[in-house]
């Protein structure tokens, strides 16, 4: 086996798993092991997390979804099970140092907190909510495979993601599409499509033939059309469709428009067609809701 590599926790495990006699062809270089030794060399690459760790193991940090870590050491005390990181701020420094869960440990932790929070979608009763649309029973999801991408539509049922994602700083190369939530998120959108063509362009929605209903579904080829034009793909999705994108490498720019009080809200959308009105309280609550479960996401 190739250990070019592999962390320090494959390494372990793999041998491990060995049942057989094992020979091992190794060299005598004291002035490399002398360097990995004084200069703490080892384990170093960064992770996304997608999944929120509220409740932690006595020793380890709490984390939330979203959050990036540097990973420093995968067999912290020489013990299989938790990693040892640095924890990721704003300007890309690195701040809090502390003990995570092991991959197969926080697989684990984010499917139990997945199949809750189905669970607990499944339940709702509002039709209406925000994070969910009406469909027919009869959409099937589409897969999380990277083949798949092109034709994949923005449903409202939450996806699977790995636990932790291992991810590299580097500029896109691309101009990011454009995600905007808030009270006025609509009204926001169609004033850059109109002020700023030259800059921002709303893809184009094909119809949803896997339904009777009159949805529109927002594909990554027509996204795709939009970058390579040049200009920012202004996105009407939902928050999950965030992740989804983010994890399809499309990267986008998401604004969150705030706001505390339902009077500030009737007062921005004054004037505005009946066809545009929306309830100041709704959409406050909506809000609200919003910065309280998906705040990692902007």
């Known amino acids: 086996m190739d250990m070019l590599g592999v962390t320090r926790e494959e390494a372990v495990l793999f041998l491990l798993s060995l049942q057989d006699r094992i020979d091992l062809i190794v060299q005598y270089c004291k002035e490399e092991y002398d360097e990995v030794v004084n200069n703490q060399r080892g384990d170093s690459f960064h992770i996304k997390t997608h999944f929120h760790c509220d409740n932690p193991s006595k020793g380890e940090m709490a984390f939330k979804a979203g959050d990036v870590f540097r990973v ?15 924890k990721i701020g704003r300007g890309h420094q690195e701040m ?34 925000f994070f969910r649309r009406r469909r027919s029973t009869h959409r099937r999801s589409k897969s999380l495979s990277r083949e798949n991408w092109d034709d994949v539509v923005f449903s409202d049922s939450i996806s699977k993601f790995p636990a932790y994602e291992r991810v590299v ?8 599409p454009v995600v905007i939530f808030g009270p006025i998120a609509d009204l926001a959108r169609e004033k850059l499509a109109k002020d700023y063509p030259d800059k921002f362009c709303t893809p184009l929605q094909d119809d949803d033939k896997t339904t009777n209903s009159k949805c529109r579904i927002v594909r990554l080829s027509n996204i795709r059309d939009v970058m390579d034009r040049g200009k920012h ?12 994108l983010n994890y399809a490498q499309f990267y986008p720019i998401v604004i969150f ?29 909506q ?12």
């Open 72 to 86: 420093i050491d995968t067999l912290h005390n020489g013990v299989v099970g938790s990693w040892q990181v640095l």
């Open 96 to 129: 809090q140092r502390g003990v995570i869960p092991n991959k197969s440990r926080a697989e684990e932790l984010a499917t139990a907190q997945f199949n809750a929070t189905k669970k607990e979608m499944n339940a709702s009763e509002s039709r209406g909510n």
């Open 169 to 176: 700083l580097r500029h896109p190369g691309f101009v990011r």
């Open 233 to 244: 793909a202004l996105l009407d999705i939902t928050p999950n469709a965030v992740d989804r």
């Open 257 to 285: 428009q705030k706001t505390d009080s339902k009077h500030v809200i009737k007062q921005l959308r004054q004037g505005m067609p009946k066809s545009a009105h929306k309830s100041s309280k709704k959409l406050l609550e």
């Open 287 to 298: 809000c609200q809701k919003l910065e309280r479960v998906w705040s990692h996401i902007f």
